[in-house]
């Protein structure tokens, strides 16, 4: 049974950072898209960030580029987000996501597993 954990949450204040970890076992084999997802009240979910575990490749949604950061430690099959400059529109559970789907993107129907979700709140 996989299982995908986040942890690192919590709240900051504009202009601070952040880093998100997500903890991913069970059997992997062959989940070579790997990312992030947020959802704010009131709004969808939406893709933050992916990676193929694999090639490396990255995706970022606009909105984040240049700020927030996607890696994946192998060995440990931990994801992380690093966010810096955060901003309130930052603010909302971020949910970190695992498919077998290639190419890996930023679409939520994608993802075959999901972590329970951890809050982030940015305050002014």
């Known amino acids: 049974q996989e299982h995908l954990a986040e942890s690192g949450g919590g709240s900051v204040q504009t202009g601070q950072s952040l880093r998100l970890s997500c903890a991913v076992s069970g059997y992997t084999v062959g989940m070579h898209c790997m990312g992030w997802f947020r959802q704010a009240p009131g709004k969808e979910r939406e893709g933050v960030a992916v990676i193929n575990t694999g090639s490396r490749r990255e995706d970022y949604a606009d909105t984040v580029e240049g700020r927030f950061a996607i890696s994946h430690d192998n060995a440990k099959n931990i994801l992380y987000l690093q966010m810096d400059n955060l901003s309130s529109d930052d603010s909302a559970t971020y949910y970190c996501?695992?498919?077998?789907?290639?190419?890996?993107?930023?679409?939520?129907?994608?993802?075959?597993?999901w972590g329970k979700g951890a809050l982030v709140t940015i305050s002014s």
């Open positions: 996501a695992a498919g077998f789907s290639i190419p890996c993107k930023l679409w939520i129907d994608r993802m075959d597993y």
